[in-house]
């Protein structure tokens, strides 16, 4: 027995020197500049960029009264010079196409009761859907915390995950590749671009919504986590261009809305809020763009401190003008 244990053991720890001294090869091959391992293999997402930055900048010891999470729709989404004028400070941590396993582990590692007084969690119905790797891999490869990294590749249950946690250590030998850090506040970026309806995204502009599992189980935890750690949840999902093919919302709802009450957490749907579906409110078929923003996310505070979920003013000073729109 004895004999079999050492042996097997011999035998994984051969393994693991052959491949990362395969791994190293690959990495260390750089034609034009660029490890020949995003080649030979799929899913890794280079290090660098907004995910990498806002990680970089976000301070866990500092208070913030807003934090967001959530997919593109929220780092393109919530402005925090909006906020500012209402007096609150606010950061940023959404990611593209950000799967609520993601989420939650960034939840766990980076938000507690002390640092963060509300916490806005955007959602939308296609992010739902799907269950790609790639969100998974653009975290492990850009938050700074290792823990976060590692939870989020062994919960992916994703085999690709071994090459993306090995990635991450040896890009530490390495400047990131992405340099595309510019134009984030706190985490945010503006789109100031507008919808062309001549030149239609069929795949954005069209699609079903169906059940990820995955989805809904990591909301269920994170909703769990927040709820244990005392830290306040709103959920947003924000809105949408009227020309958008929007199918099956009501299933995504029914999918989402137990868990919400379950946990006693509010949801405001503003997919067809009034005024801010046109077209000319969005960069393309799914993001708010300049001028829409900051009608949006003055619709949200000023309901958010309506059902007294904010304070009207965290710092003394009087509230800027709101529009005058009706949530729906």
Request: aromatic share 6%; hydrophobic share 40%; net charge neutral.
């Given at each position: 027995m004895k004999h079999l244990l050492k042996s097997s053991l011999i035998f994984l720890g051969s393994l693991v020197v052959v491949y990362l001294a395969l791994f190293a090869v690959l990495f260390f091959i750089q034609p034009g500049g660029i490890p020949f391992i995003y080649r030979a293999t799929q899913g890794n997402l280079w290090e660098g960029g907004g995910t990498w930055i806002k990680f970089q900048k976000f301070n866990k010891e500092e208070k913030w009264d807003v934090i967001v999470l959530g997919s593109s729709h929220a780092y393109r989404g919530y402005d925090p010079e909006i906020f500012k004028q209402h007096g609150y400070k606010m950061y940023n941590l959404g990611t593209s196409n950000q799967h609520m396993m993601c989420t939650y582990f960034i939840a766990k590692n980076y938000l507690n009761k002390d640092n963060c007084k509300l916490l806005i969690l955007d959602i939308?119905?296609?992010?739902?859907?799907?269950?790609?790797?790639?969100?998974?891999?653009?975290?492990?490869?850009?938050?700074?915390?290792?823990?976060?990294?590692?939870?989020?590749?062994?919960?992916?249950?994703?085999?690709?995950?071994?090459?993306?946690?090995?990635?991450?250590?040896?890009?530490?030998?390495?400047?990131p590749l992405n340099h595309d850090t510019a134009g984030y506040?706190?985490?945010?970026?503006?789109?100031?671009k507008f919808?062309?309806?001549?030149?239609?995204?069929?795949?954005?502009?069209k699609w079903t919504y169906s059940t990820c599992e995955s989805q809904v189980k990591y909301l269920d935890k994170l909703l769990a986590y927040c709820k244990e750690a005392?830290?306040?949840?709103?959920?947003?999902?924000?809105?949408?261009?009227?020309?958008?093919?929007?199918?099956?919302?009501e299933y995504f709802l029914k999918d989402v809305e137990p868990i919400f009450k379950r946990h006693g957490v509010p949801f405001y749907d503003y997919m067809n809020a009034p005024g801010l579906t046109g077209i000319r409110m969005f960069s393309d078929p799914t993001h708010l763009n300049h001028l829409s923003v900051p009608i949006y996310n003055n619709l949200l505070i000023r309901d958010?401190?309506?059902?007294?979920?904010?304070?009207?003013?965290?710092?003394?000073?009087?509230?800027?003008q709101q529009p005058d729109l009706q949530r729906k």
């Open positions: 939308y119905d296609k992010v739902f859907s799907n269950n790609h790797i790639e969100s998974k891999s653009d975290l492990i490869q850009n938050v700074c915390d290792d823990k976060t990294a590692l939870q989020t590749a062994l919960a992916s249950d994703d085999l690709r995950a071994i090459n993306m946690i090995a990635l991450r250590y040896f890009n530490k030998l390495e400047a506040t706190n985490g945010y970026k503006v789109a100031a919808l062309d309806p001549r030149k239609k995204d069929e795949e954005k502009m005392g830290i306040p949840v709103v959920v947003a999902e924000h809105p949408l261009p009227a020309i958008y093919t929007m199918r099956h919302h958010l401190q309506r059902d007294k979920r904010l304070p009207l003013s965290t710092n003394g000073t009087a509230l800027v």
